[in-house]
C-alpha cells in the first residue's frame, strides 16, 4: 500500500480525535460540529478507494457489505438530524467490534493487515459520529485503543540480524536484517567499507519504521500514539 493511502486512513483519526478534544473542552457550536462532519466527508472521500479495497480484501467476511455501507453513507451525515445520528454512531461501533473480533480469528497476517485497515478507518468513523451526536465515549475510547493495541502486538515487524556475506573480508563490515512484515520478509543491511557507511546504520526503531512502512502497524501505532499525548 502506498504511504499516500496510509496517511489518507491516518487522516480520519486525526480529525475524530480533534473534534473530541474540542468537545471535551465544550467549547464547540452546532455550526462547528457540522464544519467538521463536513471536513471529515472531505477526508473519507480522499481515503475512500484505499479503505474499499481492503474490505475487498476480506470480502468473505459477513460484516463487510455493513461496513461498506457505513463507509459510503459518510457524506449525509451533516444532513443527518440527531436521532439518525446516533442511529448511525451504534451501528458503525457494531462493524468497528465485529471487525475486531475477526481479526483476532484470522490465521492469515496478510488477511489481518488487510482488516487493520478496515478496523481502523470504522473506528474512527464511528468516534466523529458519536461526538457529533453526543454520545458518551466512556466506553468506546477504550475499545478503540485496545483495537489498535492488538493491531499493533499482532503486525509489529521483527527483525533479526545475521552476519553478511562480505563480512570475511577485514575492510568489510557487513550485517543483513530480515525483518517479518505481514506481506513477506525485508532484507535491510548495515554494509560498511574502509570505515565509511555505504549502508546503514540501521536503528531497531528505523528498521522497524522501514519494514513495517504502508501496513495497518503504521496506522495503528500512530493512533496509539496521539492517544497516549493526549492522555485519552
Known amino acids: 500500500m502506498r504511504a499516500t493511502s496510509v496517511d489518507s486512513i491516518k487522516k480520519l483519526g486525526d480529525i475524530a480525535f480533534h473534534l473530541f478534544l474540542e468537545a471535551r473542552g465544550g467549547n464547540l457550536t452546532e455550526q462547528q460540529i457540522i464544519q467538521a462532519l463536513q471536513q471529515f466527508v472531505t477526508a473519507v472521500s480522499e481515503a475512500e478507494n484505499a479503505i474499499m479495497t481492503h474490505l475487498d480484501a476480506v470480502a468473505a467476511a459477513p460484516w463487510v457489505g455493513a461496513a461498506r455501507h457505513a463507509i459510503l453513507e459518510v457524506p ?82 521483527s527483525c533479526v540480524p545475521s552476519e553478511g ?46 519494514a513495517g512502512a504502508g501496513t495497518s502497524w503504521v496506522v495503528a501505532r500512530d493512533t496509539l500514539q496521539r492517544m497516549t499525548e493526549e492522555g485519552i
Open 76 to 157: 449525509t451525515l451533516p444532513e443527518l438530524g440527531e436521532d439518525p445520528l446516533q442511529d448511525y454512531a451504534l451501528e458503525v461501533a457494531l462493524h468497528a467490534r465485529q471487525a475486531r473480533s475477526v481479526f483476532a480469528a484470522v490465521s492469515s497476517d496478510a488477511e489481518a493487515d488487510h482488516l487493520g485497515f478496515a478496523i481502523s478507518s470504522l473506528y474512527a468513523v464511528g468516534l466523529q459520529a458519536r461526538v457529533a451526536a453526543g454520545l458518551p465515549t466512556t466506553t468506546y475510547l477504550p475499545d478503540y485503543r485496545a483495537a489498535m493495541q492488538a493491531i499493533v502486538n499482532r503486525l509489529e515487524p
Open 165 to 210: 556475506d562480505m563480512d570475511w573480508h577485514p575492510s568489510i563490515y557487513h550485517v543483513v536484517y530480515t525483518c517479518s512484515t505481514p506481506h513477506g520478509r525485508r532484507t535491510f543491511q548495515d554494509y560498511q567499507v574502509d570505515g565509511w557507511w555505504r549502508e546503514g546504520p540501521w536503528t531497531e526503531p528505523a528498521l522497524k519504521n522501514a
